[in-house]
């Protein structure tokens, strides 16, 4: 009989923890949402909120960690589709695209959440809501890439079209 491997459970930046912080994002960021990208250089911005000029970081800053912007893409979309099945996050389509908002469900679960990590999570969303909120993704680009060598080059990539 053949050995059972065992593949080891991801702790970090799963789609379910991803989608949680979107929740907390979109909601933050009511009645208005956002596009994929934005909401991927938004996540970066509120878990790395100093780099961007906000309060102190929510995780600890780690070498590298600008890498980051192109690991979370898809969870933090499979996370999206994960609480919309729950209710918790909408997705608008119209001319521009899909936007996501917060769903109904979103204030009870903003509620819900009390320890110090959501407390602190729910103060970096409304920080970034606020200073990032109505600026596009384009404009968040410029913006973190002027930021110097924390976002600089890693960003220029994701400017450039996908070549498919």
Partial sequence: ??????KQPELFNTPFELGLRMVYLL????????????????????VYSQDVGGPASLHTPVPFRNAELF????????????????????VVLDERGMTYVAGASSFTMVGSLSSRYWRDLQERCVWAA?????????????LFAESGHLWGAELEIVKQPYLL
Avoid: H
């Avoid at 009989?1 to 065992?6: N, T």
């Avoid at 589709?81 to 996050?89: A, E, F, N, P």
């Avoid at 606020?130 to 410029?142: I, V």
């Fill in 71 to 90: 690991s979370r893409r898809e969870r933090i979309e499979q996370g999206l589709y994960l609480m919309s099945t729950r209710g918790l996050v909408d």
């Fill in 130 to 142: 606020e200073r990032f909120g109505k600026s596009t993704s384009a404009q968040l680009l410029d």
């Fill in 27 to 46: 909601f933050a960021l009511r009645p208005g949402g956002a596009d994929l990208q934005k909401l991927v250089l938004l996540d970066y911005a509120i």
């Fill in 1 to 6: 009989m053949g050995a059972v491997s065992r």
